[in-house]
C-alpha cells in the first residue's frame, strides 16, 4: 500500500513558476514509478510527466514539455514537480501517482487527493 500526499499548488500569474511536492508512505516507494496527471474543470484527466524507479529517465507530455521537470529523492521518498513558464491552460488539479511499472503512459496503481494549481492572467 503507498499513500500519496501533494502540497505545493496554488495562485501563481502566467509566465511564473510553482513546484508541487509528493510525500509518499511506505517502504517500497522506490520499487514504483512515479507521476503526475492533471484534471481541468470539464475536461478528463491528463498525464503529464513520470520518472523511473531510480529517477534516470523521465517522460513528458508535449503540453508540457521544456516547461515542466519531474524530479524524486528516494531517500525521502519525495516526488517533485518543478513547472515553470505556467500558462493559463496549466489551471488544473494535480495528481501525485505511482505506477509499478514504467511505461510511456502510466497505469496508476496509487492517487494521491490531488492540489489545485490555478494560472492567472
Known amino acids: 500500500q503507498v499513500q500519496l500526499v501533494e502540497s505545493g499548488g496554488g495562485l501563481v500569474q502566467a509566465g511564473g513558476s510553482l513546484r508541487l511536492s509528493c510525500a509518499a508512505s511506505g517502504r517500497t516507494f522506490s520499487r514504483y514509478a512515479m507521476g503526475w496527471f492533471r484534471q481541468a474543470p470539464g475536461m478528463e484527466r491528463e498525464f503529464v510527466a513520470s520518472?523511473?524507479?531510480?529517477?534516470?529517465?523521465?517522460v513528458y507530455a508535449d503540453s508540457v514539455k521544456g516547461r515542466f521537470t519531474i524530479s524524486r529523492d528516494n531517500a525521502k521518498n519525495m516526488v517533485y514537480l518543478q513547472m515553470n513558464s505556467l500558462k493559463l491552460e496549466d489551471t488544473a488539479v494535480y495528481y501525485c501517482i505511482a505506477d509499478l511499472l514504467y511505461r510511456q503512459r502510466p497505469v496508476p496503481n496509487y492517487w494521491g487527493q490531488g492540489t489545485q494549481v490555478t494560472v492567472s492572467s
Open positions: 520518472i523511473s524507479w531510480t529517477g534516470g529517465s523521465s
